[in-house]
């Protein structure tokens, strides 16, 4: 009995999960296919034709010796029952210890001759990430077809976000058609993070949906939907392939950032340090303090790895960012300091679309507009879904006089990236250029975007207080300015004029009156 009520339990595990699947568009037949073929990778067809062979064959010896002792009648019928009941336990046991198939197993891959997993070595603290073949719900060959082109697409435009290792086509396909634990992938690839998906066909056209999985515990990072009209699919293949790898990529960082968090500074290496420092001002807000020790831990990070271009460009960005907002007490050894990180960045990476992006943003905010418009240009093309590269851009024309393009490039980047870090400034920045372009209520609206983005980032008040103003709200003005100074107490008029200007602060004067140190 007990062997026949595990045979129920699998059998019923196995029709639920088939109608688990049969949910997600996925046939019970598909699955129905699955059990039968993985009946036959465990060889139990084979076990229950040797066992019946056997079995008949030793009732049939049994059968004729016994006719030539005196034995009891139900010893026979003992030997009967004995053979029955054997057959499934011998089945059961069949299963349990034959080898299992790829899909029930996961081990999709195997090293040639070795007893030890395939893992990809060599990738230290990198972060790394395979596209499986995503999942096709269409009988169409056209759809399958598709289907491939764009998890290939996917591939190429991934492996184009700075600092991440993508696992090749070749290999992520080994994985097609077949039913894996992400886990699995995880330890035979060597990977973190795992991107899968599926394309599927509705009377309004198709739907992809695409999700981020961390390897190592199995979480949902992140999860999105995305419907385009048959007829158009075609046309807006790169449309739909850029709008998935710009929020992924923005995603990757934050859970990147999250992840370093969670080892003791101790055991923080280049990586960890880079990404600390990535996200000290989106966690702890901008201060005096706050620079100070972003600055620090990109110095340990350069003094680990000197060749590391990414800490020498953030780190340019940062001490140009301070010497702007006057929140680094010593402005002019920040920028020389500021400038020789970004040559020394653009010298060992003159091809990285991250590398560059930072330091045309920090050339810029250091006053040199003409030289930091090329780099960033130049970071764009390298890489259009650099949506930093495109805010940068923004931020230096509006900073420059150029509003209407930079609060186009600034709004291109938001499109792309709307869920970003740097949200707060980005929008604080396209509210001061909308303000100085007569669109007052426009720029009422992106300062509240970006006090919401970032409650703590006193720039954001401070473009609230100017739009309010040009508006003659003067008591909201001044609230807000009196906010932006109590989240940043070092907020003085020499900072407020670099930021909107000495023009639009002559003006303001009168809303900072009862302002202390103002």
Not at 65 to 90: C, D, K, N, R, Y
Not at 229 to 254: N, W, Y
């Amino acid at each position: 009995m007990l062997v026949f009520y595990t045979c129920l339990v699998a059998l019923f595990d196995m029709i639920d999960s088939g109608q688990r699947d049969c949910s997600r568009g996925v046939p019970v037949g598909v699955k129905l296919d699955k059990f039968f073929n993985e009946l036959k990778q465990r060889k139990i067809y084979r076990v229950a034709a040797l066992y019946a062979a056997a079995a008949w064959l030793l009732l049939q010896v049994a059968d004729v010796v016994l006719e030539s002792f005196p034995v009891p009648g139900w010893l026979m019928q003992g030997l009967i029952v004995a053979a029955t009941l054997g057959f499934p336990l011998a089945l059961l046991v069949a299963w349990m210890l034959g080898p299992r198939s790829v899909e029930e197993s996961g081990d999709t891959l195997s090293a040639p001759d070795s007893t030890e997993p395939l893992a990809l070595s060599g990738l230290g603290d990198k972060p790394s990430i395979v596209v499986l073949p995503f999942d096709c719900y269409s009988e169409q060959v056209s759809d399958r077809w598709y289907t491939d082109a764009l998890t290939e697409d996917l591939t190429t435009l991934i492996s184009r976000i700075p600092g991440f290792f993508v696992v090749a086509r070749n290999t992520a396909f080994t994985y097609k058609g077949k039913s894996v634990d992400v886990r699995s992938v995880g330890e035979d690839l060597g990977v973190r993070y795992v991107l899968e998906g599926s394309v599927r066909r509705s009377e309004k056209g198709m739907r992809v949906t695409a999700q981020l999985i961390e390897t190592a515990t199995g979480t949902h990072l992140w999860a999105e939907k995305y419907d385009r009209g048959a007829d158009d699919l075609e046309q807006l293949h790169d449309e739909l392939c850029l709008a998935i790898v710009f929020k992924l990529g923005a995603e990757l960082t934050r859970a990147e950032v999250n992840l370093s968090r969670q080892r003791p500074p101790a055991e923080w290496g280049v990586w960890e340090l880079y990404q600390q420092a990535r996200g000290m001002l989106q966690f702890y807000g901008w201060s005096r303090k706050t620079f100070s020790e972003t600055a620090d831990l990109l110095r340990q990070a350069i003094a680990i790895d000197p060749e590391f271009a990414p800490a020498h460009a953030f780190l340019s960005l940062i001490l140009a960012l301070g010497h702007w907002t006057r929140l680094i007490t010593d402005r002019d050894a920040a920028y020389e300091a500021a400038v020789a990180a970004a040559e020394k960045a653009m010298e060992l990476a003159p091809e990285s679309s991250e590398v560059l992006g930072f330091v045309g943003c920090a050339l810029s905010d250091l006053g040199q507009p003409e030289r930091g418009i090329p780099v960033i240009d130049r970071a764009i093309e390298l890489d259009p879904s650099n949506s930093q590269a495109f805010a940068a851009l923004g931020a230096a024309k509006v900073i420059s006089g150029k509003l209407q393009e930079g609060i186009t490039d600034l709004k291109h980047a938001i499109r792309i990236s709307p869920a970003d870090p740097g949200m707060a400034p980005w929008s604080t920045i396209l509210s001061i250029g909308e303000c100085f372009s007569g669109h007052e209520q426009e720029a009422l609206q992106w300062a509240h975007r970006a006090i919401k983005a970032d409650p703590r980032y006193f720039g954001a008040y401070m473009a609230l207080a100017v739009a309010h103003f040009r508006l003659e709200q003067h008591v909201e003005a001044q609230k807000a300015l009196t906010e932006a100074k109590r989240l940043n107490p070092e907020l003085t008029e020499e900072s407020i004029v670099a930021m909107i200007g000495a023009s639009t602060w002559s003006d303001m004067t009168s809303v900072a009156l009862g302002i202390p140190d103002i």
